[in-house]
């Protein structure tokens, strides 16, 4: 006999995810549900509901519920220069193939609150590519975009991102690109007019740009088969002839439909080049 108590809140949480959809118009429908079910109880303690059905009704019929359930749902765990060797992949084995391009853009997918758009922003001017660079940085989560487009950090986290910028093979100390102050660093302004910060969702947007690289990185673990299947699609369509897709430690093309696509470029830092005829 299948756990009643289970099957009641797998109803209850796919009826908050719909109730999110059509009132809202953020589709969580593809993530990974069991993610979603971890991030859901940690969101009942926060808003002091003993179900699901009772935060859905808050979500529907109090307009500042959901910004705030938002910070759960969607996850926002990132660092500067987070995986040195990937940087350090990009500077030694993508960017002498990018100096080629007479302008770069660049697709940052899934952005969270900007750490990674920082982190290459500083590796192309190390490089001397930002200037002719533009860096799309897209997140479904308003707050997040919003602290990406001020650049603005904890000093407390300066230390290891400090340690991961120099592994990635640092042309310069990361605080030359920062000031401090108040507990709190502030990225200089000549990156950020680099960037284009905008609400874009891998479950129902398209394509608005082509772009000769996109880094994706632990985003689609919380997406299931089918959501990352249109992800990678996305990316494919976006990535002009022969450019390139990171994706996290943790993530693949390996079961993916667009895999025959892709060529392996660095195999083990995630890094794929998309084939010149397909």
């Given at each position: 006999?299948?756990?009643?108590?289970?099957?009641?809140?797998?109803?209850?949480?796919?009826?908050?995810?719909?109730?999110?959809?059509?009132?809202?118009?953020?589709?969580?429908?593809?993530?990974?549900?069991?993610?979603?079910?971890?991030?859901?109880?940690?969101?009942?303690?926060?808003?002091?509901?003993?179900?699901?059905?009772?935060?859905?009704?808050?979500?529907?019929?109090?307009?500042?519920?959901?910004?705030?359930?938002?910070?759960?749902?969607?996850?926002?765990?990132?660092?500067?220069?987070?995986?040195?060797?990937?940087?350090?992949?990009?500077?030694?084995?993508?960017?002498?193939?990018?100096?080629?391009?007479?302008?770069?853009?660049?697709?940052?997918?899934?952005?969270?609150?900007?750490?990674?758009?920082?982190?290459?922003?500083?590796?192309?001017?190390?490089?001397?590519?930002?200037?002719?660079?533009?860096?799309?940085?897209?997140?479904?989560?308003?707050?997040?975009?919003?602290?990406?487009?001020?650049?603005?950090?904890?000093?407390?986290?300066?230390?290891?991102?400090?340690?991961?910028?120099?592994?990635?093979?640092?042309?310069?100390?990361?605080?030359?690109?920062?000031?401090?102050?108040?507990?709190?660093?502030?990225?200089?302004k000549s990156l950020r007019k680099h960037m284009?910060?905008?609400?874009?969702?891998?479950?129902?947007?398209?394509?608005?740009?082509?772009?000769?690289?996109?880094?994706?990185?632990?985003?689609?673990?919380?997406?299931?088969?089918?959501?990352?299947?249109?992800?990678?699609?996305?990316?494919?369509?976006?990535?002009?002839?022969?450019?390139?897709?990171?994706?996290?430690?943790?993530?693949?093309?390996?079961?993916?439909?667009?895999?025959?696509?892709?060529?392996?470029?660095?195999?083990?830092?995630?890094?794929?080049?998309?084939?010149?005829?397909?």
């Amino acid at each position: 006999m299948p756990n009643r108590k289970n099957t009641t809140l797998d109803i209850e949480q796919r009826l908050l995810i719909d109730a999110i959809y059509y009132k809202y118009h953020f589709d969580f429908r593809g993530y990974a549900q069991a993610s979603l079910k971890r991030r859901l109880q940690a969101a009942l303690i926060h808003f002091g509901c003993k179900t699901i059905s009772q935060l859905q009704d808050r979500v529907l019929h109090e307009r500042e519920t959901f910004p705030a359930l938002l910070e759960y749902l969607t996850v926002q765990v990132s660092e500067m220069f987070r995986d040195p060797s990937y940087f350090r992949a990009l500077r030694e084995q993508v960017v002498p193939l990018l100096r080629t391009y007479p302008s770069l853009k660049i697709w940052v997918a899934g952005c969270s609150a900007g750490e990674e758009v920082y982190s290459l922003a500083i590796l192309l001017r190390e490089e001397g590519l930002l200037e002719r660079s533009l860096i799309y940085a897209t997140d479904i989560n308003p707050a997040a975009l919003k602290k990406g487009e001020a650049g603005v950090y904890d000093i407390a986290r300066m230390p290891a991102s400090t340690e991961n910028h120099a592994q990635s093979g640092a042309r310069s100390s990361l605080s030359e690109h920062y000031s401090a102050a108040y507990g709190r660093v502030v990225f200089d302004k000549s990156l950020r007019k680099h960037m284009v910060f905008s609400d874009h969702s891998l479950a129902t947007d398209s394509v608005f740009s082509e772009v000769q690289l996109v880094s994706c990185r632990n985003v689609l673990i919380y997406f299931d088969r089918e959501l990352q299947d249109r992800a990678l699609g996305l990316f494919k369509e976006a990535l002009c002839r022969k450019g390139f897709l990171g994706l996290g430690a943790k993530e693949s093309l390996l079961f993916s439909s667009h895999a025959a696509s892709f060529d392996d470029f660095v195999l083990k830092d995630c890094i794929y080049q998309k084939k010149a005829v397909l």
